[in-house]
């Protein structure tokens, strides 16, 4: 079965146990679903009632698709996402996102946690993406390109909404925190990088590290939806600081930066029209 077919159950399986078609497609990072709970008249369906949907295994990760309206934006929020260091392939990582824009959303927002390599960041910091450098060794567009979705080579000189990006900054200030912009470089992970890998990231230009996010960007891209991306930077990259990364911390710093992301997303997300 071809991805299209797979892409078409998922998306018939989830349509008919929608109130409304989204808009904008939400995927919570690391510690950071608890957003999904905030939700309005909300419909929750868990991955396992999905055909073809890849089960979400890391911790901090729930599994399930929330369907529900912020302000009067109708929204799709994804509690969990598949990575591919859990052995998903690029096109399982990407599968949520194809179905979110088969669905209707024009747009997505991405959440992520990653280790902040520019020393001006903090623990706790919310950071807009800008660009990225896919050191992930892998691209969910290899492979037939289905020319109905998107063009074989699509161009990704604005991979994330410079407007997107303007309209969240203003709510930041309006929130009281700043909201500075990075370039965030996705490897495969699992393992926290070396510091010798963080001073070659740093020189290559980037602000931030993590191992997700990338694919689906790709994807959303190809797809011609416009993205928002946000990383909160839950500990500071392998080396710069004089101690050991762990998950737990990961997730930690995601629960307390959960009242500012929130506020963020309710005043962003209304304003994202595509
Ligand atoms: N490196 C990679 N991914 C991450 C990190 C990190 O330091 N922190 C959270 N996700």
């Given at each position: 079965m071809n991805q299209r077919m797979m892409v078409e159950m998922a998306v018939a399986a989830v349509q008919g146990k929608l109130g409304a078609a989204p808009a904008v497609g939400i995927v919570l990072?690391?510690?950071?679903?608890?957003?999904?709970?905030?939700?309005?008249?909300?419909?929750?369906?868990?991955?396992?009632?999905?055909?073809?949907?890849?089960?979400?295994?890391?911790?901090?990760?729930?599994?399930?698709?929330?369907?529900?309206?912020?302000?009067?934006?109708?929204?799709?929020?994804?509690?969990?996402?598949?990575?591919?260091?859990?052995g998903y392939t690029p096109l399982q990582a990407t599968f949520a996102t194809r179905v979110m824009k088969m669905l209707g959303a024009h747009s997505v927002v991405i959440t992520n946690a990653a280790g902040g390599i520019n020393l001006s960041y903090s623990q706790g910091a919310l950071v807009a993406l800008c660009d990225h450098i896919n050191l992930q060794g892998s691209n969910p567009?290899?492979?037939?390109?289905?020319?109905?979705?998107?063009?074989?080579?699509?161009?990704?000189?604005?991979?994330?909404?410079?407007?997107?990006?303007?309209?969240?900054?203003?709510?930041?200030?309006?929130?009281?925190?700043?909201?500075?912009?990075g370039v965030y470089a996705a490897l495969a992970g699992p393992n926290y990088e070396t510091p010798a890998e963080i001073r070659y990231l740093r020189a290559i230009g980037a602000d931030l590290v993590g191992m997700s996010t990338v694919p689906e960007v790709i994807v959303a891209n190809h797809m011609g939806m416009k993205v928002l991306a946000i990383s909160c930077v839950t500990n500071m990259a392998a080396g710069v600081l004089d101690q050991k990364i762990d998950h737990e911390e990961v997730l930690e710093t995601g629960r307390q930066v959960r009242s500012r992301f929130t506020a963020l997303l309710n005043a962003v997300v209304p304003q994202l029209k595509g």
């Open positions: 990072g690391s510690g950071l679903g608890g957003f999904a709970g905030e939700l309005h008249g909300a419909v929750t369906i868990p991955y396992e009632e999905i055909p073809h949907w890849p089960a979400s295994t890391a911790a901090g990760h729930a599994g399930k698709l929330v369907a529900g309206h912020i302000g009067n934006q109708p929204v799709i929020v994804l509690s969990g996402r598949a990575h591919l260091y859990e567009l290899t492979g037939p390109n289905d020319d109905g979705w998107g063009p074989r080579f699509p161009d990704m000189s604005e991979a994330y909404s410079a407007g997107y990006r303007d309209i969240a900054k203003e709510a930041a200030t309006t929130l009281g925190f700043p909201l500075p912009e």
